[in-house]
């Protein structure tokens, strides 16, 4: 059975930093198309950043230079690499993997089969 499992998630201060993970167990990720989405409370879940493994990355406008997508083969894990963190960042972050979509167009919850459990970040002022 596919499982994602994210963490790294933590309470900061406005301009702090923190990385997640997303560890996968039977699906590799190698070449596959990994998304990281966020929900904050009531909000719908949107899309963060999305990687073709060994690709192109992709970011939403509000995090572009100051979040960052990899992969790291040998752990079999994408990394979200978060700096430059405000309020607005606030929300349980997940991430998903198994698209049919070119990887530049999966952007929607529906566009993806895994899901990890999710891993809390709240940034304070």
């Known amino acids: 059975q596919v499982r994602l499992v994210e963490s790294g998630g933590d309470s900061v201060q406005t301009g702090g930093s923190l990385r997640l993970s997303c560890a996968a167990s039977?699906?590799?990720?190698?070449?596959?198309?990994v998304g990281w989405f966020r929900q904050a409370s009531e909000n719908e879940r949107e899309w963060v950043a999305t990687?073709?493994?060994?690709?192109?990355?992709y970011y939403r406008d509000a995090v572009k230079g100051r979040f960052t997508i990899y992969y790291d083969p040998d752990q079999n894990t994408v990394f979200l690499q978060m700096n430059g963190l405000q309020p607005e960042d606030t929300g349980a972050y997940y991430c998903?993997?198994?698209?049919?979509?070119?990887?530049?167009?999966?952007?929607?919850?529906?566009?993806?089969?895994?899901w990890g459990q999710g891993t809390q970040v709240t940034v304070s002022s």
């Open positions: 039977v699906l590799r990720l190698g070449n596959q198309c």
């Open positions: 990687m073709r493994t060994y690709g192109s990355v």
């Open positions: 998903a993997a198994g698209s049919g979509l070119a990887c530049s167009r999966a952007t929607q919850k529906s566009d993806f089969y895994y």
